[in-house]
């Protein structure tokens, strides 16, 4: 008997201790929003022009390739004539000093040259639409067709938008005759989709003439309506830091000779094994990264999420579970491993004399490039296999920018004042963007694109359809109205 008062008493501590838990948790969530002391209503804006401006940037083609000889430096003159012509003010009033192959950099004089600028950004190069599935678009990628309500095509998404929005907002805030306090910046590059060298050179240019900047802003992560599993309403993920990048190229030589007469095993084998065993032993997940944004995100969750997240304690297992089993959500837990090249063999019946594999790793913010390499050089166990890293393509995980600061509060409180009832959160940029150079002179740099997106729309960015609805555009160009002018002030 007593036994049982003892576990009735235990049960009852563990719930008071969850209850309680849940509560610090759930109330530790909110930032009240920060406010600004004057600012210029926003502009009585056509929802066409920014459309009709988005379109015929579409129209032109500026794909980047691997190989940079293989780029069209037309298309990107083509591009900044269509730019000086829609934005006439931005061009007499801001400087631009464009860069081999044709990235940008546009600077807004400040009133206080003694405050730190802040810089706007957005590449303009686009990926190409796949040839095979041309069939398949509802209207052509480079059309920039506008109909039904959207407008159509490559760069819609990725990321002409936010280049167009926060040009189309310096135009307006020009015109309403505003000078901001601080510098402001806006670079583009033109090969962000091959991980080229037009940020690197900006960011190099800026750091000779001594720019530290207060605050950097790029594409990134969206608002989201019912993407993520367990939570309702608009969840507004605000990346504040990116995954790393490694590339690992796996080889093994063995003899080649005769099919008739196989070692047990062939280099195929060898390599095969190599990458079944990194796939059998993913590396683990890490609930301490993501635990600040569902934190934030925690007034969206239903119940059983909320008491789960603060005690994760007694439910780490359960919440990890839960994540894993959805792709969005998976690989914010770990760095994640991606077997992408395999190549071996030239005849049936020849013993292959090489294998190699390529596996692409997205490393999880806290770990490093060289501890990903012991770790699968321990997995693997085996020295007939070489392992070699791929040095074109490889860098650390970025530094977590604050979410504690006004530069931050400003983003979740235009999104807030533009989507009402919006929970936002910091959280990891699962993919890579221009903004990682920027850590370099910038101690808060965010990966932002303030899109409403479903499900569907996600897949259409680098995919077939892509497409921005006139109204996520409109309120694009609001949103960089909005934050240019609190980003500039004085107080930042
Ligand atoms: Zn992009």
Redesign the pocket.
């Known amino acids: 008997m007593p036994y049982l008062y003892a576990l009735l008493a235990l049960v009852l501590v563990v719930i008071l201790v969850v209850a309680i838990r849940t509560y610090i948790f759930t109330k530790s969530a909110a930032q009240p929003p920060l406010p600004l002391e004057s600012s210029l209503p926003d502009p009585q804006l056509d929802p066409l022009v920014p459309a009709q401006h988005l379109s015929a940037a579409i129209q032109i083609e500026t794909v980047s390739h691997e190989d940079p000889a293989q780029d069209d430096p037309e298309k990107f003159d083509a591009l900044h004539r269509l730019l000086e012509d829609a934005y006439p003010r931005l061009h007499t009033q801001l400087t631009r000093e464009v860069f081999d192959g044709g990235s940008l950099l546009y600077t807004w004089r400040g009133r206080d040259l003694s405050l730190e600028p802040v810089l706007f950004m957005a590449?303009q190069d686009v990926v190409p639409a796949d040839e095979f599935t041309l069939d398949k678009w509802t209207y052509p990628p480079f059309s920039g067709a506008i109909e039904e309500g959207f407008i159509w095509g490559r760069g819609s998404l990725?990321?002409k938008c936010q280049l167009i929005a926060i040009m189309e907002a310096v135009e307006n805030l020009l015109a309403a005759g505003f000078t901001p306090e601080r510098t402001v910046y806006i670079s583009s590059a033109h090969d962000?989709?091959v991980l080229g060298l037009g940020a690197p050179r900006i960011v190099a240019l800026l750091k000779e003439r001594g720019v530290r900047l207060q605050a950097v802003i790029d594409?990134g992560t969206a608002i989201l309506d019912g993407v993520l599993p367990g939570f309702t309403g608009y969840t507004a993920a605000i990346a504040v830091t990116e995954k790393g990048y490694l590339s690992l190229k796996l080889t093994t030589e063995s003899g080649g000779g005769h099919s008739s007469t196989p070692a047990p095993e062939t280099s195929i084998g060898i390599i095969s094994r190599a990458i079944d065993r990194l796939q059998s032993n993913p590396f683990p997940h890490n609930l301490k990264v993501t635990e600040p944004m569902f934190r934030a995100f925690s007034p969206a969750a239903s119940t059983l999420m909320k008491v789960a997240f603060a005690n994760l304690w007694l439910f780490g297992g359960l919440v990890r579970g839960r994540l894993a089993a959805s792709p969005e959500t998976a690989a914010s837990l770990h760095t994640t491993t991606a077997p992408t090249i395999f190549h071996s063999g030239i005849k049936e019946n020849v013993l292959p004399s090489l294998a190699e594999a390529v596996v692409n790793f997205r490393i999880l913010p806290g770990e490093t490039v060289a501890g990903v390499i012991e770790r699968v050089r321990s997995v693997i166990n085996d020295e007939r296999v070489k392992i070699t890293p791929i040095h074109t393509s490889q860098w650390e995980p970025s530094p977590v920018s604050p979410s504690d600061c006004p530069a931050y509060r400003h983003i979740t409180t235009v999104v807030q004042e533009l989507y009402p009832g919006t929970t936002c959160a910091p959280n990891i940029m699962l993919g890579a963007?221009d903004s990682r150079h920027y850590h370099a002179i910038s101690d808060r740099v965010y990966r932002f694109t303030p899109i409403l997106s479903r499900k569907l729309d996600l897949e259409r960015i680098h995919g077939i359809n892509e497409r921005i609805s006139l109204e996520n555009m409109h309120n694009m160009v609001l949103f960089f109205h909005r934050l240019i002018q609190r980003w500039s002030s004085q107080k930042m």
């Open positions: 590449h990725d990321i962000e989709e594409e963007t």
